[in-house]
Antibody, heavy 122, light 108 residues
Framework: QVQLVESGGGVVQPGRSLRLSCAASGFTFSSYGMQWVRQAPGKGLEWVAVISYDGSNEYYGDSVKGRFTISRDNSKNTLYLQMNSLRAEDTAVYYC???????????????WGQGTLVTVSS | ATQLTQSPSSLSASVGDRVTITCRASQGIGSALAWYQQKPGKAPKLLIYDASSLESGVPSRFSGSGSGTDFTLTISSLQPEDFATYYCQQFNSYPALTFGGGTKVEIK
């Protein structure tokens, strides 16, 4: 079955970098767009970034633009989120999610991974 | 960027109640809206896509309606397992695929 497993979270000091990974299995990864979404403790969902199925298009939320980079390696069935210049307000659980429909840059996302916690603190 | 405003932010209801949650977009988004359910400590789960289409495996007591700027998620008869937080997300207006602020459904 479709499975998304995030990894790479942990405690990091402000200003440092971290790279998250999302390992995909159970579907043709290269056919689906992917997104990253985060949720600060006790808060709602915040959209972070999206990438098209072939990596040709990527978009970012205003709060992470210029600091975070979404990418994918279709040969490894893996999605990444490179996070630079981290701030305390980036502390959150980060989820990856797969587009519902292949070959398109629109539509809902399902399923989602279980999330990985990033804590930015000195 | 298109903003999504959900209301109410929380509600208390009893098992068997009919529950309605609203999501209003700051500009027209056609039918490019999804609804997700999230339980504490768990990842969100897709319930409704394209504003009114029920995701496979989701109970028929869930339904979605609306287009343009005004959307509704309805639970026809609230069940114990439905107590959760519900979010809308739009995917019409790039570059931001925004979420609503969420609606927490609690037991009365």
């Amino acid at each position: 079955q479709v499975q998304l497993v995030e990894s790479g979270g942990g405690v990091v000091q402000p200003g440092r970098s971290l790279r998250l990974s999302c390992a995909a299995s159970g579907f043709t990864f290269s056919s689906y767009g992917m997104q990253w979404v985060r949720q600060a403790p006790g808060k709602g969902l915040e959209w972070v970034a999206v990438i098209s199925y072939d990596g040709s298009n990527e978009y970012y939320g205003d709060s992470v633009k210029g600091r975070f980079t979404i990418s994918r390696d279709n040969s490894k069935n893996t999605l990444y989120l490179q996070m630079n210049s981290l701030r305390a307000e980036d502390t959150a659980v980060y989820y990856c999610a797969k587009r519902q429909i292949q070959w398109v840059d629109s539509g809902a996302f399902d399923p989602w991974g279980q999330g990985t916690l990033v804590t930015v603190s000195s | 960027a298109t903003q999504l405003t959900q209301s109410p932010s929380s509600l208390s209801a009893s098992v068997g109640d009919r529950v309605t949650i609203t999501c209003r977009a700051s500009q027209g988004i056609g039918s490019a809206l999804a609804w997700y359910q999230q339980k504490p400590g768990k990842a969100p789960k897709l319930l409704i896509y394209d504003a009114s289409s029920l995701e496979s495996g989701v109970p028929s007591r869930f339904s979605g309606s609306g287009s343009g700027t005004d959307f509704t998620l309805t639970i026809s008869s609230l069940q114990p397992e439905d107590f959760a937080t519900y979010y809308c997300q739009q995917f019409n207006s790039y570059p931001a695929l925004t979420f609503g602020g969420g609606t927490k459904v609690e037991i009365k």
